[in-house]
Structures are given as C-alpha cells and as structure tokens.
C-alpha cells in the first residue's frame, strides 16, 4: 500500500506565493510521475503540472511562467511552487502519484484560496 499526504495550502492574497508538499510512503518500487491537479468549486479535477523521472515536465498552460514543480526522488516527494497567485488559483490542490506498474494514488488534497 502507498500513502501519499499533501501539506502546504492556506490563505494568501493576490500576487502572494504558496508552497506545496508532497510525500509518497509505503510499498514503492519506483514513482515515473508526481504531480499536481486541482478542483475548483463546480469544476472538474484538472492538471496543474506533471514531473516524470527524468525530469520532463508537462504542465497546464494557465500556470507557466507563475508555478514551478520539482521533485526530490531520494525522499519521493514532489513540491509545487506558486507564485503570483490569481483568485482563479483558488482550489484543492490534489498530489497524484503514479508507481511502477501503472497503479495511481491521490492525496487528501489541500485547500488553497487566493483572495485579499
């Protein structure tokens, strides 16, 4: 079995940076990809940013140039740093991670609202 537990989120005002955490335990042979999605109130789970193993990145265009994933693969952790923060960004920020084998598993998820 693999946890997966999301720390980070809060209340920051417009234009204000957050960073989130995320650490994988358990059963783990390997993790090809962490990431990031996001649900906003009455909208569908989205991708914030993908990080595979070897450092490729895919990432929602919404957030380029303002977020920054990075993972540490010694530690499974994956962190996402926000910066410039919209109240469009207002959402739970969901970790995925996704071992060797194919299985997929969810954080929590952690609240973060964006709003002066």
């Known amino acids: 079995q693999v946890q997966v537990v999301e720390s980070g989120g809060g209340l920051v005002q417009p234009g204000g940076s957050l960073r989130l955490s995320c650490a994988a335990s358990?059963?783990?042979?390997?993790?090809?990809?962490m990431g990031w999605y996001r649900q906003a109130p009455g909208k569908q789970r989205e991708l914030v940013a993908d990080m595979f193993r070897d450092e490729r990145i895919n990432s929602a265009d919404s957030v380029k140039g303002r977020f920054t994933i990075s993972r540490d693969n010694a530690k499974n952790t994956v962190y996402l740093q926000m910066n410039e923060l919209k109240p469009d960004d207002t959402a739970v920020y969901y970790c995925?991670?996704?071992?060797?084998?194919?299985?997929?598993?969810w954080g929590q998820g952690t609240q973060v609202t964006v709003s002066s």
């Open positions: 358990g059963s783990i042979f390997s993790i090809p990809v």
């Open positions: 995925r991670v996704v071992v060797t084998g194919g299985d997929l598993y």
